[in-house]
């Protein structure tokens, strides 16, 4: 069954930033740059912090805007990034409606999450969870 990331509790996270490195180490990296999640202050210590994930979208905008089809629709939800056919016009960063597509500089091709659920395990307060993606239910007539 399809996965994806979820912010379980946000009030829990401090802002360590764990997930994002996690997420940059896991592509052999060190640092913040290449995360495909972001955590930012809300306004102050005081206000707490935003975690930004994909969605998982059933029917991502960003992969609608793809002009090549370089973001394909994973089956259950979300998308996986082609990476041979993006020609780098960032209509995908611009069409997600979370702001959960991020952008790498280095390659001009977006950083996509790949549901792996790495940055998961690395969130000393379990803000988040790497969960199954419950199987949409159809009416029946």
């Not at 999640?37 to 609608?64: E, Q, T, W, Y």
Request: net charge positive; aromatic share 6%; charged share 25%.
């Amino acid at each position: 069954m399809p996965k994806r990331l979820s912010v379980i509790d946000v009030e829990r996270c401090v802002g360590c930033q764990s997930c994002m490195f996690a997420c940059t180490r896991r592509l052999g990296k060190g640092g913040l740059e290449g995360a495909c999640l972001h955590v930012r202050s809300a306004g102050g210590i005081r206000k707490g912090f935003v975690v930004v994930v994909c969605r998982a979208c059933p029917d991502p905008p960003c992969a609608r805007v793809c002009p090549t089809d370089a973001l394909e629709v994973r089956s259950g939800s979300g998308v996986r990034l082609r990476a041979e056919r993006c020609i780098g016009c960032g209509n995908c960063v611009k069409a997600c409606p979370f702001g959960a597509m991020f952008w790498d500089d280095e390659n001009n091709k977006p950083l996509v999450c790949v549901y792996c659920g790495y940055c998961a395990d690395y969130c000393p307060y379990e803000v988040l969870a790497h969960e199954e993606i419950a199987a949409s239910v159809e009416a029946t007539p």
